[in-house]
């Protein structure tokens, strides 16, 4: 027999404006605002908010209207700012305020892409290490210079105050609110509704890895990694990766230094911690087992990896993530 669902809901204000693209905003609404009572949990009560109720131009060449204000926004229990219009223009004193409102009441702040700028203005990220979009970072830190600017991460969860790359690195961002919120089978069936994985590299980590840089199929660098992912439970030294890639050693380690902006056995490290992750949530086989199924030397290895770059162990992990949870 089901239990009857419970009524109270978190209400969820996500910043609409003028010259906004519709992709992050999209995607706010289609977390927050699709009602999914088969999940049986208090679902959001998404409000979508702007400065004026006038109609906002849309990138694309259509229009929209808010139903509510910044003061609807500045009550809200979770705020995104999906973006602002120009980065380089001043944030509107009436946005600062609502945020730092919002802020001062216990609300939960969030920014997707440009939106850290809006964040950064209200002096919510003084001394805090945040992201945005990579093409915007440089410029972030010089406006913003006690905002610790990391751009190499998809997101960074501050607590209270969240951050996210550009774009699609917004969806990592809500539906790790959304397990924060209600847990990994809720957040995992959300990301299986939008056909997205519920988590990329770096799982539940506070500050999850960007993806490496793509490469060239016919590249050297292409070859080596390539095969370094159909041999990872083998010993892979650098050696065997420039004899794959028909490179001298010093020269191949500095092409893939260029082309990854990581070293060769880094990123292997790296690809066998990710290749651990849907063992540790789908099998009941031990954490020794896996770490060996995926190259690493010895249980201490792997869980000294795994927890460097997780920031917890692979146990904590399957309790999070794992199937039977």
């Given at each position: ?35 999914r009572p088969e ?158 994985p519920p988590h ?126």
């Amino acid at each position: 027999m089901l239990l009857p669902l419970p009524t109270r809901s978190h209400t969820v204000a996500a910043l609409a404006f003028d010259g906004m693209s519709p992709f992050e905003l999209g995607c706010v609404v289609e977390i927050f605002g699709l009602p999914r009572p088969e999940l049986r949990v208090p679902w959001y009560d998404l409000k979508v908010c702007a400065e004026s109720g006038e109609p906002l131009r849309v990138v694309g060449g259509f229009s929209m209207r808010a139903e509510h204000g910044l003061d609807v926004l500045a009550a809200a229990d979770t705020v995104i700012v999906p973006g602002v219009a120009d980065v380089r223009a001043q944030v509107s004193p009436a946005l600062v305020e609502a945020l730092t409102d919002a802020h001062a009441r216990g609300a939960r702040i969030v920014s997707i892409c440009s939106g850290a700028f809006a964040l950064a203005a209200a002096g919510l990220l003084d001394g805090r290490e945040a992201t945005t979009h990579w093409k915007y970072a440089d410029l972030l830190q010089r406006r913003h210079p006690s905002v610790r600017v990391n751009p190499d991460v998809l997101y960074v969860d501050g607590g209270r105050i969240l951050t996210s790359a550009g774009s699609a690195a917004g969806l990592d961002l809500l539906i790790h609110l959304v397990r924060n919120d209600h847990g990994a089978n809720v957040a995992n069936a959300v990301a299986r509704r939008l056909v997205i994985p519920p988590h990329r590299e770096g799982g539940q980590a506070q500050f999850i890895q960007a993806a490496v840089t793509a490469v060239e199929d016919d590249d050297a660098v292409a070859r080596a990694m390539e095969w370094a992912m159909a041999h990872l439970a083998d010993p892979i030294a650098v050696a065997d990766l420039a004899r794959v890639a028909h490179l001298a050693e010093r020269t191949f380690i500095r092409h893939f230094k260029a082309q990854t902006g990581t070293s060769p056995l880094r990123w292997v490290i790296s690809q066998r911690v990710a290749a651990s992750l849907p063992m540790l949530e789908s099998t009941g086989a031990p954490v020794e087992e896996i770490g060996a199924a995926v190259g690493f030397e010895s249980p201490v290895t792997f869980r000294h990896h795994f927890s460097r770059a997780m920031r917890t162990s692979p146990s904590a992990y399957r309790r999070a993530f794992g199937a039977t949870r």
